[in-house]
């Protein structure tokens, strides 16, 4: 099932990363999709705090993927924005290097095809001045409770 919801505020997409981070588990792959300044790093600020991640959580465009393993759960924090093709994401490997914790990958969208059937997009989207922020489930993640989030 998919769901939606509104954040009118950053208080609010930080604590919605919060929430999110209780559903996640070993070898999960979530991907963040939305246009630059949606909340994209916001939200996935918000799920290192709920992980116990205690290193501030900055974009990885620069350098492709950030690694934080001092949570509950490690987790890979990638931005694929700047790969030129599929191979190139296959070849870092990051869905088994994360296998162990979860994948976050920011600008996901373009790489959905190199994914596993298992995985969750979430979309960001500017609605004047809130965003609205859409789950959607693929694979095993239509059996997890989505629904807890709003």
């Known amino acids: 099932m998919s769901v939606e919801i509104r954040s009118s505020s950053p208080d609010e997409t930080l604590a919605l990363g919060r929430r999110f981070a209780a559903l996640l588990t070993a070898g999960d792959v ?4 939305g246009r630059l300044g949606t909340g994209k790093t916001l939200f996935a600020s918000g799920v290192a705090i709920g992980l116990g991640i205690s290193t501030q959580i ?3 465009t620069f350098v492709i993927e950030k690694v934080y393993r001092d949570g509950f759960l490690p987790l ?6 700047r790969l030129g093709s599929l191979a190139e994401f296959d070849d870092l490997e990051l869905v088994d290097e994360g296998s162990d914790g979860a994948v976050l990958i920011e600008w996901g969208d373009t790489i959905l095809d190199s994914l596993p059937e298992d995985h969750l997009v979430i979309r960001f989207v500017i609605d004047g001045d809130d965003r609205v922020i ?17």
């Open 58 to 60: 900055t974009s990885p």
């Open 76 to 81: 890979i924090h990638a931005d694929v924005y």
């Open 134 to 150: 859409s789950f959607a489930p693929h694979g095993s993640w239509h059996e997890r409770e989505l629904a807890v989030l709003t």
């Open 30 to 33: 979530v991907v963040l999709a």
